[in-house]
């Protein structure tokens, strides 16, 4: 039971340095330390998938305020 608990918290903080990674590509600021442990421990697929979504966000809140100001 210990094993499905440690599954859960590494998956969990495991989503949540998936999106600080792509959060801090945004903004184009990396140390390159960070960036090769990221390289080492995310996979890439979910991280173009973390990317893909996170652009999908940030465009439509893009719209969204462009539509509250101009309309």
């Known amino acids: 039971m210990n094993g499905e608990r440690d599954t859960g918290k590494k998956k969990k ?3 949540l340095q998936l999106f600080k990674a792509v959060a801090w590509s945004f903004l184009g600021v990396r140390k390159r330390a960070d960036l090769e442990s ?3 421990q995310l996979n890439p697929v979910a991280l173009i998938v973390a990317g893909l979504v996170c652009a999908a ?3 439509g809140g ?3 305020i462009v ?3 101009a309309g």
């Open 13 to 15: 903080s495991g989503m």
């Open 57 to 59: 966000l940030f465009i």
């Open 38 to 40: 990221d390289a080492a």
């Open 67 to 69: 539509h509250a100001v």
């Open 62 to 64: 893009l719209l969204l």
